[in-house]
Each structure stands twice: as structure tokens, then as C-alpha cells.
């Protein structure tokens, strides 16, 4: 068994050189990795399912800083959930072609809800985050700037899992503004 870790995260930027009165746009991409990932299966839901452990809610936060030594945030700080429900169902529409499936997962990202056909479709949706930041350029001031994500992600104890959190920071990014 591995522990929970995030994945390297990958700052990636539009650009490298911005004029003070454009905005800046940085996507934040990283996974949640390891046991958690790996016990979330269909194996897993199904004996949840059948002892009521119905849902999973993980949070997860992504804050974007530049400087050294008097960090400033950028953009927005993210500090929301994602959350699995597990159902039972004969819906014909959710029809597996491997197999006769009766139970399921929904993901609630940011609140819109996704039931995918795969165990591994169904795990990108819960565990792989890619998250947008937007920012003024002006907000940084002129000059050469190194930019930094600082991500986590926490869960509860669950008939598949014991409660965990993790955490990890990415490498600096520079850009400049004119």
C-alpha cells in the first residue's frame, strides 16, 4: 500500500510576457494519488453501498502566490469540495457494455454532476484537478515575477479508507510585465 500524496503540480501559463493592463491567466493542474485513488472502486462502492456509507466529500483548497519572502496572493483563492454520490439503479441509459452494473457514482464538481462509465473515468472526475486563476498584471507591478501553487486535499474515514489530507507545492514559474 502507497500513502495519498498530490502529484507534481504544473503551473501553466498563456503567456511569459504581459502588459500591465492585460489579464493573466494560470491554470493550477495536479492529482490526488496513491491508496485513496486506488480503494476508490467498484469493488469498494458496492460494499459501501450495501453498509450505507453512501457518500465521500473531499476538500481541497489551491492558493497562487508570488515574492519570496512577503508572499502575495493572486486571483481568487479556491477553497471548495468535490463530492461522490454512491446509487443504485436499472436505469437503461446507464448502461455498462462490460457488464451488469447496478451501482453508481455521481461526482458533484463545483456543483454541476457528472455519472461517468468507467472506474477510471469516475476517479479522473473525483481526483484530477485542473483549476483556473485570473489575475490583473497590474496587480503584480512591472518586473520579473516568480509564482508559486500551494494545493491540498482532505477526506473523512470511510468503510474504504481512513481519514487523510495531504499537501504539496509547486515549482516557481516566472513571467514578466512590461
Excluded: C
Excluded at 33 to 53: L, M, P, S
Excluded at 119 to 147: C, M, P, T, W, Y
Aim: hydrophobic share 35%.
Amino acid at each position: 500500500m502507497t500513502e495519498s500524496k498530490i502529484s507534481e503540480i504544473r503551473l501553466v501559463k498563456s503567456k511569459d510576457e504581459y502588459a500591465s493592463d492585460e489579464t493573466v491567466e494560470i491554470n493550477v493542474q495536479f492529482l490526488v494519488e496513491g491508496d485513496i485513488r486506488n480503494t476508490f472502486n467498484e469493488t469498494n462502492w458496492t460494499k459501501a453501498y450495501n453498509k450505507n456509507d453512501v457518500g465521500f466529500k473531499m476538500k481541497y483548497g489551491v492558493k497562487l502566490t508570488s515574492g519570496g519572502f512577503r508572499k502575495k496572493d493572486l486571483g481568487k483563492t479556491i477553497d471548495t469540495y468535490r463530492k461522490a454520490s454512491i446509487f443504485w439503479t436499472r436505469n437503461p441509459k446507464l448502461v455498462n457494455p462490460n457488464k451488469d452494473r447496478r451501482i453508481w457514482v455521481q461526482i458533484s464538481k463545483n456543483f454541476e454532476p457528472f455519472v461517468r462509465l468507467s472506474e477510471e473515468e469516475v476517479r479522473q472526475e473525483l481526483f484530477d484537478f485542473n483549476e483556473k486563476f485570473v489575475f490583473k498584471a497590474s496587480d503584480l507591478g512591472r518586473g520579473i515575477h516568480k509564482i508559486r501553487a500551494e494545493a491540498f486535499a482532505s477526506w473523512q474515514k470511510h468503510d474504504y479508507t481512513e481519514p487523510g489530507s495531504v499537501k504539496n507545492n509547486s515549482r516557481e514559474i516566472e513571467i514578466t510585465v512590461n
